[in-house]
């Protein structure tokens, strides 16, 4: 029983890094045209406006396993240098829920080259309100002696942070480059150990994380190949994960279809026992996605496997994307640039 619940633990403390965060989780969804959610810096980087909306489910045998919902809309201030956005999330995991609101601000200076020429700089900034909750009331301490330091019922607690990013689109190149929950001193009242006393230090104030990721896309004639690459740092903790994408696009008659691959690994390890063994295991994640392009209609799923000897279970993670693009009838550059169309 011992070893089964080290395995689990360890499973669950580094397979997704998704249970420390403060935020949105970052999967897979941005494979989907779904840079927004990302990079405040992306909101209105094309003409017209793009909504998006993503539902994700994790081991459907698990009870009370990891799933979230996000939706968010970003546009283009006219013919203007501004783009504005908003995103909404709930995102639940067992006893803990979280859920958000950001409002973003992004600026894009054109670098040269006509109207047809994608050579453009951005900046974006997010204020985020987090309320996250955790349900105590199914807590029982062993002999059922009452524990003072969990209660009853269902805590909540309210967090503001900021994401601020950067990105740079040149025709089919493109780099990012973010920073979440970048305030901190964030009190975090509700995982505070004796979270009454006023004078308790916080376990964790800082989760702060950074990503950074580039692709190009070749090929203008009847198929298109997007290789990209996405790196991630928790600042806190210093656990770093690569995204290594491999995305491939067809021009059709109703639009576009498109599918690819993602690897995810970590550069960290966890520990857990096997019988009289030791061992450590990686973090890796294969990622197949589909899509497509409906004329202003997006569709896209995804599907995680996660490989190792110690995994939770085999069902894998599950996660759809719809989404609508408003006020793009065609291409706005000489190029083949999804995101900034």
């Known amino acids: 029983m011992i070893q089964r619940l080290l395995i689990v633990l360890s499973i669950f403390t580094f397979s997704h890094l998704s249970f420390s965060q403060e935020g949105i989780p970052v999967y897979f969804d941005y494979l989907a045209d779904n840079y927004y959610l990302v990079y405040p810096s992306m909101a209105g980087i094309g ?6 909306v993503t539902a994700r489910k994790q081991w459907f045998d698990v009870q009370d396993a990891p799933n979230l919902q996000t939706a968010n809309f970003h546009m283009r201030a006219g013919d203007s240098n501004s783009g504005f956005g908003i995103q909404v999330f709930n995102d639940a995991n067992g006893y803990h829920s979280q859920s958000g609101v950001k409002v973003t601000y992004a600026h894009h200076l054109k670098l040269g080259g006509d109207d047809r020429y994608l050579n453009q700089l951005s900046f974006g900034l997010s204020p985020t309100y987090l309320q996250s909750r955790l349900d105590e009331s199914e807590f029982v301490s062993p002999g059922g002696v009452p524990d003072g330091a969990v209660g009853n019922g269902t805590i909540n607690a309210g967090y503001y942070n900021v994401d601020f990013g950067m990105s740079y689109n040149k025709m089919e190149f493109y780099s990012h480059f973010a920073i979440t929950n970048l305030l901190t001193g964030s009190e975090r009242n509700l995982y ?6 006023p004078d308790n230090v916080p376990a964790i104030d800082n989760l702060r994380r950074y ?3 580039a692709g190009y896309i070749f090929g203008r004639n009847v198929w298109q190949y997007e290789p990209s690459l996405l790196f991630q740092l928790t600042e806190w903790t210093k656990e770093k994960t690569i995204d290594i994408n ?4 067809r021009d ?3 639009g576009r279809i498109w599918g690819g691959i993602s690897y995810r690994r970590s550069f960290d390890g966890a520990q857990f ?3 009289d063994n030791f061992g450590e295991q990686k973090l890796q994640l294969f990622t197949p996605i589909i899509g497509a392009n409906i004329k202003n209609f997006l569709v896209s799923y995804n599907y ?6 110690a995994i939770i279970d085999n069902g894998g993670f599950h996660q759809i994307t719809l989404g609508y693009d408003f006020g793009q009838s065609e291409r706005k550059y000489d190029c083949y640039c999804p995101a900034a169309q």
């Open 252 to 254: 059709v008659s109703f």
């Open 273 to 275: 026992i096997d019988g």
């Open 47 to 52: 003409e017209g406006a793009k909504i998006r």
């Open 304 to 309: 995680s496997y996660q490989s190792g000897s």
């Open 246 to 249: 491999m995305k491939a696009y």
């Open 211 to 213: 990503l950074v990721s």
């Open 192 to 197: 505070r150990v004796n979270r009454n006393n």
